[in-house]
Nanobody, 124 residues
C-alpha cells in the first residue's frame, strides 16, 4: 500500500502555471504506475496523466496534452505534475494516485490508493 500526500495547489491566472507535488510512502512506490486524476464539481472524474515505473512511459488526457508534464523521482518517492497554460476548465481537486489498472485507450483507471487532494483554481 502506498500512502500519498499532495501539495502545490492554489490559484493561478489563465495562462499561468502551477506545479503539484505528491509525497509517497510505502515500499511499493518505486514499482507502481503513478498518476493524477481530477474531480471538478458536477463533472466526471478525469484521469489526467500517468507515468509507468518500468520505462517512465507517460499517458496524458487529450485535454491536457502539450500543457501538463508528469514526472517522478523514485529516489525521493515523489511525483510531480507541472501544469502550464492553465485554463479555467482545469480548475478541480487534483489527486495523486497509485494505479491498479489503466485503460490507456479509454483513458480510465482503477486506483490502488490516492491522497486527500489539492485544490486548483484558475481565474479567467
Amino acid at each position: 500500500q502506498v500512502q500519498l500526500v499532495e501539495s502545490g495547489g492554489g490559484l493561478a491566472q489563465t495562462g499561468g502555471s502551477l506545479r503539484l507535488s505528491c509525497a509517497a510512502s510505502g515500499r511499493t512506490f518505486g514499482s507502481a504506475t503513478m498518476g493524477w486524476f481530477r474531480q471538478a464539481p458536477g463533472k466526471k472524474r478525469e484521469l489526467v496523466a500517468t507515468i509507468r515505473w518500468i520505462d517512465r512511459n507517460t499517458y496524458y488526457a487529450d485535454s491536457v496534452k502539450g500543457r501538463f508534464t508528469i514526472s517522478r523521482d523514485n529516489a525521493e518517492n515523489r511525483l510531480y505534475l507541472q501544469m502550464n497554460s492553465l485554463k479555467p476548465e482545469d480548475a478541480a481537486v487534483y489527486y495523486c494516485a497509485a494505479m491498479k489498472r489503466v485503460d490507456y485507450v479509454a483513458g480510465t483507471a482503477d486506483f490502488a490508493s490516492w491522497g486527500q487532494g489539492t485544490q486548483v483554481a484558475v481565474s479567467s
